[in-house]
Nanobody
């Protein structure tokens, strides 16, 4: 079972995109879902996470106030609304499942890819300056 991210594309700095994450073969209702991104030559970085019922959301520091994660369990879809995009947001974006969002405070990454599964193909977001 895998997730499928879609909705990427080319956008100018300051623009917006909405990514979608859907599942084939299983329902997302029981999973928390995380969004990650990986820029060329860099490690995969957690961007945001949403609890299974949508009641709790978490964001990596650099996207707070710009990105919004949401979900529609009736449509079996999780969204990532990205506003005020910057060239440094350019990356392949992935979604993945986890039992619950674990947000790590302090220095370092806020989310750990090893705690997520059902990775599928990502979607490329390119932000031009």
């Amino acid at each position: 079972v895998q997730l499928q991210a879609s909705g990427g594309g080319l956008v100018q700095a300051g623009g917006s995109l909405r990514l979608s994450c859907t599942a084939s073969g299983f329902t997302l209702d029981y999973y928390a879902i995380g969004w990650f991104r990986q820029a060329p030559g860099k490690e995969r970085e957690g961007v945001s996470c949403i609890s299974s019922n949508g009641g709790s959301t978490y964001y990596e520091d650099s996207v707070k106030g710009r990105f919004t994660i949401s979900r529609d369990n009736a449509k079996n879809t999780v969204y990532l609304q990205m506003n005020s995009l910057k060239p440094e947001d350019t990356a392949v974006f992935y979604c993945a499942t986890t039992r619950r969002c674990h947000y790590y405070s302090g220095s370092g990454s806020r989310f750990r890819p090893a705690e997520f599964g059902s990775w599928g193909q990502g979607t490329l977001v390119t932000v031009s300056s």
